[in-house]
């Protein structure tokens, strides 16, 4: 049976756009900051009602694409078995979860018992943390990120955070060098 030919490669949307406006996209992205915001109350109210396990799916779904790509397996191997929450302050959602053999995975909590590490802040501060916006370090002595609990675990947390080389993966996701 003969091969097939095969195809071109369609072209990206940013080839599709004239190099003076891709340019200027870019700069504009390049200086782009996120806006200061705050989830409305009302929606927080009734987020905070919602079950919590599709928002702790899709963090748990991605801390596993990380895992071991940006974030070192061997690190957080202190991690494994220790009930983990994560607290987005102002839209009222409570994620928790665990590292097993397997990855991350959601945990429950067993009645009446505290995570080992709580992490508190709000969206907009943990996207801006995400996006390297901001430094962990700022945001924790301004108060605007709050860790309670195994202490030990927080800084693990911190430290394999800030060890990641951002620049390194956000050039491997747009191409760039």
Known sequence: MPAL?????PPLPTELLPGSLRQRI?????SFRIPDFTVPAALAKLVARLPQQPPTHVLTLALNLALGRILPRDTLEPLSGRHLQMRVLDAGLKLDF????AG???ASAPAGAKPDLIISATTRDFI???????DPDTLFFSRRLRMEGDTDLGLLV?????AVDWDALKAKLTGRR
């Open 98 to 101: 665990t590292l097993s053999d």
């Open 158 to 162: 911190k430290n394999t955070l800030d």
């Open 5 to 9: 030919p095969s195809l071109p490669r």
């Open 128 to 134: 801006a943390l995400a996006l390297r916006e901001e």
């Open 104 to 106: 991350f995975r959601r």
């Open 26 to 30: 870019g700069e504009r992205l390049e």
